[in-house]
């Protein structure tokens, strides 16, 4: 079965600093996509970037980027340049297909003025 | 474009009851999918309706079931609530191809508590 693994339950930083979220996967496929997903306390889930397996380049969007290690099943997020509104709940998630997101436990990401 | 809707944002039953939740995808998406997010057990998938038949389903009892019509909306329906039920149900839609770059794009969440 496929799992998904976020090591980092909570992440305080201050605002303008760059972090990076962790993610780690577990699957024997070949072609699958991973996401990550913010929940501002608002709880509306929100696509923040994804990536192909296929590709090697790295997805970038605005100030979210990935750093995507297919050998060592690593998609960690990269966020430059922090804004108070970066507060929510981060989960990283693998789709093979089949429509079903399998998710992490997820990083409470703290963004301080 | 609209986003994804779900009706009502909130729900309290009781032990017993049955409740059911209602979920409008984004215009021209054809699947909709479940998800339970509790605090203990996270985001779980519950199932999934394309083309008005449950084409996926995640490991919850028969008490969780659904359905969806032929524009797409999608209803799940949870019988004979337990304590346990109590969870934010989440809804998202997508174009429904099968394949893996098919984004899903979320609703707000319908929060149920069963007392």
């Known amino acids: 079965a496929q799992t998904v693994t976020q090591s980092q339950p909570e992440m305080s930083v201050q605002e303008a600093e760059t972090v990076t979220l962790s993610c780690t996967y577990d699957?024997?496929?070949?072609?699958?996509?991973l996401f990550w997903y913010k929940q501002p306390p608002s709880r509306q889930m929100i696509l923040v970037i994804r990536?192909?397996?296929?590709?090697?380049q790295n997805a970038t969007e605005n100030r979210f980027s990935v750093n995507f290690q297919k050998a060592a099943k690593s998609f960690s997020l990269k966020i430059s340049d922090s804004q108070l509104g970066d507060t929510a709940m981060y989960f990283c998630?693998?789709?093979?297909?089949?429509?079903?997101?399998?998710f992490g436990q997820g990083t409470r990401l703290t963004i301080n003025p | 474009k609209a986003g994804v809707t779900q009706t009502p944002r909130y729900l309290i039953k009781t032990r017993g009851q049955q409740v059911t939740l209602s979920c409008s995808p984004i215009?021209?998406?054809?699947?909709v999918s479940w998800y339970q997010q509790t605090p203990g057990q996270g985001l779980q998938f519950l199932f999934e309706?394309?083309?008005?038949?449950?084409?996926n389903k995640g490991n919850f009892p028969g008490r969780f079931s659904g359905r969806q019509f032929s524009n797409s909306r999608s209803e799940m329906n949870v019988s004979t609530l337990e304590l346990g039920d109590s969870a934010l149900y989440l809804c998202?839609?997508?174009?429904?191809?099968?394949?893996?770059?098919?984004?899903?794009?979320f609703g707000p969440g319908t929060r149920l508590t069963v007392l």
């Open positions: 998202a839609s997508s174009l429904g191809s099968g394949r893996a770059q098919d984004t899903q794009y």
């Open positions: 699957t024997s496929e070949s072609n699958y996509y």
């Open positions: 990536q192909e397996a296929y590709k090697q």
């Open positions: 998630a693998f789709n093979q297909g089949a429509q079903k997101l399998v």
């Open positions: 215009s021209g998406h054809r699947s």
């Open positions: 309706y394309f083309s008005e038949t449950q084409r």
